[in-house]
């Protein structure tokens, strides 16, 4: 699962982005991504409809957290929606999670207050290298892709869960905050598992009209998931140096009118060093941060 579940939600392959905020305060949500959650200090809802090709827009499917405990029909036609054909997003946002809101509020603030005002306790969770269980990333002088993050294996903090030698053993800077995305990631857990229940349901049904097996033969979705060692999730706070809009066209017509070659600006460019680059502390210069699980 990609949070997938992506912040979080029970997620595809698809890399699409859906969360955020509602009128009222927190939604009780988990959904594809979270991308921004944080912004001023206010939850933001986020668009994930991409236009058709008659014009029109499709919506990503929601299913109720406890409609899906139940598999009812109406659940499995929302999730064939969801996953299956040549529109299909291949994710869902699963809405309705009793407290979730709270939760994700909870921990993405945990998650910031260690990136950026908790110098002991990145001390105390440093992971060996930014691969491993734990804390990584030095706030105001990431350029890497991972930047500073937080590293943990869900399936080993979850109820019954046990370290798995080969992931390494999750630290945590304090036990409350091991409780606090504990609390987060368990029922991100739960509804990953329902999802893949009910798509085991969908499978064997198609595979049944097309004469082929599925659980028959051992086949199962839901098993793949519950017997699985390892699921990492990652807190991720964002601290690129280098701005996110896209600004070469725009350059590329200065430059010309100023008679320069773009071809001179790439040369230039490589001249810069990473100390030149003005940079600032993630979640406060940029007010981006997100949980993957």
């Given at each position: 699962?990609?949070?997938?579940?992506?912040?979080?939600?029970?997620?595809?392959?698809?890399?699409?982005?859906?969360?955020?905020?509602?009128?009222?305060?927190?939604?009780?949500?988990?959904?594809?991504?979270?991308?921004?959650?944080?912004?001023?200090?206010?939850?933001?809802?986020?668009?994930?409809?991409?236009?058709?090709?008659?014009?029109?827009?499709?919506?990503?499917?929601?299913?109720d957290f406890?409609?899906?405990?139940?598999?009812?029909?109406?659940?499995?036609?929302?999730?064939?929606?969801?996953?299956?054909?040549?529109?299909?997003?291949?994710?869902v946002?699963?809405?309705?999670?009793?407290?979730?809101?709270?939760?994700?509020?909870?921990?993405?603030?945990?998650?910031?207050d260690?990136?950026?005002?908790?110098?002991a306790?990145?001390?105390?969770?440093?992971?060996?290298s930014?691969t491993?269980?734990?804390?990584?990333?030095?706030?105001?002088?990431?350029?890497?892709?991972?930047?500073?993050?937080?590293?943990?294996?869900?399936?080993?903090v979850?109820?019954?869960?046990?370290?798995?030698p080969?992931?390494?053993?999750?630290?945590?800077?304090?036990?409350?905050?091991?409780?606090?995305?504990?609390?987060?990631?368990?029922?991100?857990?739960?509804?990953?598992?329902?999802?893949?229940?009910?798509c085991?349901?969908?499978?064997?049904?198609?595979?049944?009209?097309?004469?082929?097996?599925?659980?028959?033969?051992?086949?199962s979705?839901?098993?793949?998931?519950?017997?699985?060692?390892?699921?990492?999730?990652?807190?991720?706070?964002?601290?690129?140096?280098?701005?996110?809009?896209?600004?070469?066209?725009?350059?590329?017509?200065?430059?010309?009118?100023?008679?320069?070659s773009?071809a001179?600006?790439?040369?230039?460019?490589?001249?810069?060093?990473?100390?030149?680059?003005?940079?600032?502390?993630?979640?406060?210069?940029?007010?981006?941060?997100?949980?993957?699980?």
């Open positions: 699962m990609s949070m997938l579940c992506r912040a979080l939600g029970v997620a595809g392959r698809r890399p699409l982005r859906s969360a955020g905020g509602r009128a009222g305060g927190w939604p009780q949500v988990a959904s594809v991504g979270t991308g921004r959650p944080f912004l001023g200090g206010q939850p933001r809802k986020f668009c994930a409809k991409p236009l058709l090709g008659d014009g029109g827009e499709q919506s990503i499917v929601e299913v406890h409609e899906l405990k139940k598999m009812t029909p109406e659940v499995l036609n929302q999730l064939r929606q969801a996953f299956v054909g040549p529109k299909a997003f291949g994710a946002a699963v809405v309705n999670i009793p407290n979730y809101g709270p939760k994700l509020a909870k921990a993405f603030r945990a998650g910031v260690l990136a950026l005002a908790d110098p306790g990145r001390t105390a969770a440093a992971a060996v930014n491993y269980p734990g804390w990584s990333g030095t706030p105001g002088q990431e350029t890497h892709p991972l930047q500073s993050s937080f590293l943990f294996n869900t399936k080993e979850i109820p019954g869960g046990k370290t798995d080969y992931f390494g053993k999750s630290i945590f800077p304090s036990q409350e905050y091991r409780s606090t995305f504990v609390d987060l990631v368990t029922p991100m857990h739960d509804a990953a598992l329902d999802v893949l229940r009910a085991d349901a969908i499978v064997e049904e198609d595979s049944q009209k097309q004469g082929l097996a599925w659980s028959s033969e051992g086949r979705l839901l098993r793949l998931a519950a017997d699985g060692p390892a699921l990492a999730s990652r807190f991720i706070c964002y601290d690129s140096g280098f701005t996110r809009e896209d600004n070469l066209l725009r350059e590329k017509d200065a430059h010309k009118k100023n008679g320069q773009l001179n600006e790439h040369v230039e460019a490589e001249k810069i060093t990473i100390s030149q680059v003005t940079k600032t502390a993630g979640h406060a210069g940029d007010g981006l941060a997100s949980m993957r699980t």
